[in-house]
């Protein structure tokens, strides 16, 4: 199975997920099976400069599941429309998050109005972010 996870910087099964997954740098993309991993920078292929585009950079992977720590409701409809599933994290280590995936430990996450919850709004009024944005 190929996992993905959103990452500051890239130390393969090493790695530390980032706190929100649309401004992370990159993707590591773990085989679980091999335990190989291979990464993706955060942006368009066509377009590098643009800035962070995970629909783009996860474009035509073929993923298993993509896990997070923070992400917007939006983001979570467009990356189901894309056809990907999404998992909550429950540690900031890779390594971790693949032992639970693996014994179907992470939750599935769904678009569920997050803003009401108090995550990933645009920082404004009483709906803030219960995270870090780095």
Excluded: W
Aim: charged share 25%; proline share 4%; net charge negative.
């Amino acid at each position: 199975m190929k996992l993905c996870f959103p990452v500051a910087t890239d130390v393969g099964m090493n790695s530390e997920i980032y706190g929100h997954f649309t401004s992370a740098p990159l993707f590591v993309i773990i085989d679980t099976e091999t335990r190989q991993s291979s990464v993706i920078a955060n942006c368009d292929r066509d377009n590098p400069y643009g800035g962070c585009n995970p629909f783009s950079a996860l474009k035509g992977e073929r993923l298993d599941g993509i896990i997070v720590d923070g992400i917007g409701d939006e983001s979570v409809r467009v990356m189901n429309m894309c056809g990907f599933k999404l998992y909550q994290a429950e540690s900031p280590a890779v390594a971790k998050n693949i032992a639970l995936f693996e014994t179907d430990s992470l939750a599935e996450l769904i678009a569920q109005e997050s803003h009401l919850e108090g995550r990933c709004s645009d920082g404004e009024g009483e709906h803030k972010c219960n995270h870090e944005h780095h």
